[in-house]
């Protein structure tokens, strides 16, 4: 078992302005599986991968990651783990401008500790992995949203993650951008890699091997496909 | 370090307008810091220049009547003080911090020496002995010295320096001529001059009455002459050369109270007082400093506007910088790394604020010194100094964005675009 939920619950807000958000969520993902959340604007999938992705904490329940729970570990443990077990895709790509494309994949290894030659080194694997090898030192700018986003899928797999948590990454994509990133989703997940991503395209949810939907802060389905 | 140095280097590339303007606080406070600080370091060691230089670590004792030399031309020597011979001498000389002392009368020489009709208007006669030339460093130029014979003999002979020769024979050489002085004959025997040539840089008023004594002309006679030629006893002024400059003080206190307890009345403002160069100049110095205080301290207040213009800015740049701390967070950035990041950013700006002010405020200290002919002194140390300061500021500036930056919460700061 990769990561267990058991009773989440988020509230936002204090007393009378107490607003649930998330309400007793369970499930749990195997180690290799490729799940899709979907869901309305609103219903709560993004705090929910705040949550897994330690982002944020929940207000009760417990959330166990190979068996461990560190959901409320305070700043300096939880920033361990996202740099260490999981990576982010998301929607805006978030690259740094003023940083190469290699440069950018090197931020969390720098934060993990790894030497400065070998940060270089690995994140050539990285890009190369995403069929950008030839850009890497190319600026942000100088590249397409997809080949954006691309270096920031390698950007999230280069530090070797156990699960990659994807918020929309064809969001801001045309089509056949969007279409590469989800066939490149499709390769990390045969390779291995556990995913977990949050869409309201259905086209894209139905590339994942099962499909959770949100609607109010409740989770449901949980059906394989 | 090095990652976190490039990333603050970034910030300010990437926005180079705000950060030049933010600079802008910085460099006017260091610049007018270094131009005020090498202005007051130039004109101290111009004193000091001057001193080593003019003074010859020599010290001056005279008699005073309360503030005022004691004029014996004008008034009568009180019964308690004692006409001195040179004996007094031997005693003064035991004091270690002395090196040499010697004896001396003077007088304005104004309207009593004259060449045919060619009469001297300034200068000052003086009857010496015969350790008065070696104590102020005077070395004959031409001519013959003082010999005992001079002194034994009453012999009326002078020597004169070269300003006198010139106002008195008008280039012509001096040595053989004869002079009248007080109506009387004397013989130029010998003509004198500093052993090394210096001026005294004047740029002040204060300057003026420090130096100018010492670039009068000089006419001395043997002080066995004196009642000769002024018909009664004077009273001695002294001369002291001092064993070094910081000992000027202590050795004219020592011989100010050997002199003083000849005196036998206690209670009278007669009394031999000791007049220094270094004194006066720390007096000038003290002077300088009091009004240049006042300009450091605006100085540094406009280094505190400065400081809280970094803040500002680094509190905007915070702002702006939101998604990417957010992100950073999300990589596994830590709180340290996130306020490490714009605390050094502030300090790195601070720091080339600090260097464009030192090379601003050293050119402004030139100007300074050609306008006003000032001198000017640049110390490598106020340089350092000042750089580190303006780090500092930047650390303590840079302290309360820094610290908001790293409590961002990521998720918030990720929504922001």
Redesign the interface.
Known sequence: MLIELKHIEKDYGQGEQKVPVLHDINFCMEQGEYIAIMGPSGSGKSTLM?II?Y??MPTRGAYLFDGEDNSRAG??RM??V???RIG?V?Q?F?L????RAWENVA??L???GVPKRERRKRAEEALSLVGLEDRMNFYPYQLSGGQCQRVAIS?AIA?RPRLLLADEPTGALDSKSGQQIMDIFDELHHSGMSIIMITHERAVAERAKRILYIYDGKLSGGENE | MIENIREAFDGIRSHKLRSCLTMLGIIIGIASLIAISSTIMGTNEQIKENLIGSGNNTVTIQLYQGDYPFESEYSTLPEYVPILGTEILDQISKVPQIAKASAYYSRNAYGIIWDGSNGLSQGTIYGVDNNYLSVYGYVIRAGRNFVDTDFSQYRKVILIDKQVSESLFLGEDPIGKTVEISGEPYEVIGEFTQSTEFSPVISSIEDYYTYHTTTGGKVLIPYTTWPVLFKYDDVFSFVIQATGTDDMTTAGKRAEDILNATITNESTTVKYKSKNLLEQAKELQELSGATNRQLILVACISLLVGGIGVMNIMLVSVTERTPEIGLKKALGARKRKISAQFLIEAGVLTCIGGILGVVVGVGLAYVISKVSSVPIFISGYIVTATVIFSFIIGMFFGAVPAVQASRLNPIDALRRE
Do not use: I, W
């Open positions: 705040n992705g982002l944020d700043d300096a920033a361990l996202r740099n260490e982010f998301f805006s978030h740094l401008s003023q940083r931020l969390p720098m934060y993990g950007r530090t």
